[in-house]
């Protein structure tokens, strides 16, 4: 079985602080993914990588980094956390750029 | 660009009962379709996909969708619901050409399961 796991399942933060989540995957998948998820919006994309040390922004990038220094590992990166950043935030991973897609646990994030 | 709707916020129905949640998408090819379904802490799990072929398809935990070209619909049917179906479900649509094809997620049905 595919296993995404996510390193944080409840996070709290205060504004001004660099967060990091970070996601890995046992199955060698190509790609990655990183949404935030928030009640009436639904999945929106953050970021995704296709390859180690590349990545595309999503819809929503702005306020967020990501890094893929190995292929299992995909980091999200908040430089300055605001409270507008306090979301669920799910990772993913895919073995080609239209299949479906394995999801880690979520970690909820909290910025005060 | 594609778009998915689902119109449904929240459902509620009695256990036993036949269940169908709505899926809308917006694009000019066929495209990928997908249901999604999310329990309560945990993250999202494939219930079925269309990628071609056959528009009836059969996914886990007795569930079924139609891909409806006429209509550009890809409901979501199960005859029988269960306690254990309470749940958020998810319609995505995948679309694009060459390179990455972006999927886009729907804005959730939150399914109640009433005895």
């Known amino acids: 079985d595919v296993k995404v796991t996510q390193s944080s399942r409840y996070l709290v933060k205060r504004t001004g602080e660099k967060v990091f989540l970070e996601c890995v995957q046992d199955m060698d998948h190509e790609n990655m993914f990183w949404y935030r998820q928030d009640p009436g919006l639904g999945l929106r994309l953050i970021y995704f990588s296709y390859d180690v040390k590349m990545k595309e922004k999503g819809d929503i990038p702005e306020g967020y980094s990501v890094s893929r220094e190995k292929k299992e590992r995909f980091s999200l990166i908040l430089e300055s956390a605001s409270t507008n950043q306090t979301s669920m935030y799910l990772c993913?991973?895919?073995?080609?750029?239209?299949?479906?897609?394995?999801f880690g646990p979520g970690t909820r994030l909290t910025v005060l | 660009a594609q778009s998915v709707t689902q119109p449904d916020i929240h459902i509620t129905v009695s256990e036993g009962a036949s269940l169908e949640l709505r899926c809308n998408y917006s694009?000019?090819?066929?495209?990928?379709l997908f249901w999604y379904v999310q329990s309560p802490g945990q993250g999202l799990q494939l219930l079925l996909k269309y990628f071609s072929g056959d528009t009836l398809v059969q996914g886990i935990k007795g569930f079924e969708a139609e891909f409806k070209r006429s209509q550009s619909s890809f409901n979501l049917r199960k005859p029988s619901v269960h306690w254990s179906d309470a749940a958020e479900y998810f319609c995505?649509?995948?679309?694009?050409?060459?390179?990455?094809?972006?999927?886009?997620f729907g804005t959730g049905t939150k399914l109640q399961v009433i005895p």
């Open positions: 993913a991973s895919s073995p080609s750029t239209i299949s479906e897609q394995f």
């Open positions: 995505a649509v995948g679309a694009g050409s060459g390179g990455y094809q972006k999927v886009t």
């Open positions: 694009y000019g090819a066929t495209p990928y």
